[in-house]
């Protein structure tokens, strides 16, 4: 599977992860990068992918009082940006063409507006201005070449092209991406975060519930731990850049999750309760100490990530 997720570039206060208003971007808060000069790039994704980029961009804007730009690719393939700045948000535009509206994605929320044909030339002069706006000094002919890229000729990704878009905005660098507090991918945090996880499994069980209400059915209650699992997913992307993060506290609150799942299973009349506090000595028992096994940049897709970086 390729590129999927939301790139914003902003001028943060603190950390671009923790800014007002990212969350409208997504909460998946995966890669965090140095720009220089105080301007960060974030990697996100949310849980029903295409964001809004408007209105998060517009919030974001009013949070920091500085310009920022977004963009949510699709699968590599294709891509949408958004350009804002203090008191105007500019109009979602299709990136690679910037001539007509996606034929094969949907770059919106349900029921809201596709991107509409721009032309190239109105295209740079909005980024070119974003960048004036944004105290840096964006390369036109870069931009130019970007988004007039012919890619029946010369084939590349469009999250390749979207990172050459954002060097053509004048930024000083394409850092490397910052540590986390923890590896996220790794057990025991996958059995919340992973694909088949359980807070994925909450929140296909929320879909089919509302499916089945719409469809004026009676489907089962939430169980507790649908609700426990998605929360704590949550706080566990927002934790990831936190230094001194109690990471024992966040495994029990695994253990506490996953043998609430257990315990709501069909059999569940057949075997006694699950104990939380067993559960965390027997599944995490390396863990009771505080350590993990250190990340692998690998797996989590970091070596990859930082093959972007124009600095190492």
Aim: aromatic share 8%; charged share 25%; glycine share 10%.
């Amino acid at each position: 599977m390729g590129y999927w997720g939301t790139v914003v570039v902003a001028r943060p206060q603190g950390l671009l992860v923790d800014q007002a208003g990212m969350s409208g971007f997504g909460y998946r808060h995966q890669w965090l990068r140095e720009l220089g000069d105080g301007w960060q790039m974030v990697e996100t994704q949310g849980w029903n992918d295409p964001p809004d980029l408007l209105g998060p961009s517009e919030a974001v804007v009013a949070s920091t009082g500085q310009p920022v730009f977004a963009a949510y690719v699709s699968d590599e393939h294709c891509a949408v940006m958004c350009a804002a700045v203090p008191g105007a948000v500019g109009p979602l535009t299709h990136l690679w063409d910037v001539s007509g509206p996606c034929g094969v994605y949907r770059h919106q929320p349900r029921g809201m507006p596709q991107p509409v044909g721009r032309r190239i030339d109105e295209v740079v002069a909005e980024l070119s201005d974003w960048s004036a706006r944004a105290g840096l000094r964006a390369d036109a002919s870069a931009l130019r070449a970007v988004i007039s890229h012919d890619r029946s000729v010369d084939w590349s990704s469009a999250d390749d092209l979207l990172f050459d878009l954002v060097k053509g905005l004048g930024v000083a660098r394409i850092g490397r991406t910052l540590p986390w507090a923890f590896p996220i991918w790794s057990r025991p945090f996958a059995l919340i975060t992973d694909g088949m996880g359980l807070a994925t499994r909450a929140r296909s069980r929320a879909v089919y519930r509302r499916a089945e209400e719409e469809d004026g059915g009676a489907p089962e209650p939430a169980q507790p731990w649908d609700t426990a699992a998605i929360a704590l997913e949550e706080e566990l992307w927002a934790s990831l850049y936190r230094p001194g993060v109690d990471m024992p506290a966040l495994v029990r609150r695994v253990a506490e999750v996953q043998a609430a799942y257990d315990a709501a299973g069909e059999d569940r009349a057949k075997r006694a309760a699950v104990d939380p506090d067993r559960l965390f000595e027997s599944l995490f028992a390396s863990l009771v100490d505080g350590t993990l096994q250190p990340e692998d940049p690998e797996d989590s897709g970091r070596r990859w990530a930082d093959e972007r970086a124009t600095v190492r």
